[in-house]
């Protein structure tokens, strides 16, 4: 499975922009979908996560209300609208897939990565 990340660039605070992941190859073992982030000497965190169906969604604490994750199975594609932007979500922004059949958080859980888009908010 490969990822393709997209959408990322720089935003004034209380701003919104839209990521987009596109997978490709093996998707049919694909399960759930994340993004994640890390920003400037910190670890790689959890943001978000989206079951197959696109139902079951689980956030982060300081994201819940402002970003919104969903997915096109049709299309093979994942995205992350984020409002309401401020400085400190300004990271590289990392798309992920897994094939457990459980929405999990953890940054060691997920089995596919892309390759990060940068998200910088000015204040």
């Known amino acids: 499975v490969q990822l393709q990340a997209s959408g990322g660039g720089l935003v004034q605070a209380g701003g919104s922009l839209r990521l987009s992941c596109a997978a490709s190859?093996?998707?049919?073992?694909?399960?759930?979908m994340g993004w994640f982030r890390q920003a400037p000497g910190k670890e790689r965190e959890f943001v978000a996560a989206?079951?197959?169906?696109?139902?079951?969604?689980s956030y982060t604490d300081s994201v819940k209300g402002r970003f919104t994750i969903s997915r096109d199975n049709a299309k093979n594609t994942l995205y992350l609208q984020m409002n309401s932007l401020k400085p400190e979500d300004t990271a590289i922004y990392y798309c992920?897939?897994?094939?457990?059949?459980?929405?999990?958080?953890?940054?060691?859980?997920?089995?596919?990565w892309g390759q990060g888009t940068l998200v910088t908010v000015s204040s």
């Open positions: 989206i079951g197959w169906s696109g139902v079951i969604t």
């Open positions: 992920a897939a897994d094939r457990f059949n459980r929405l999990r958080t953890g940054v060691r859980e997920y089995d596919y």
């Open positions: 190859g093996s998707t049919y073992s694909i399960y759930n």
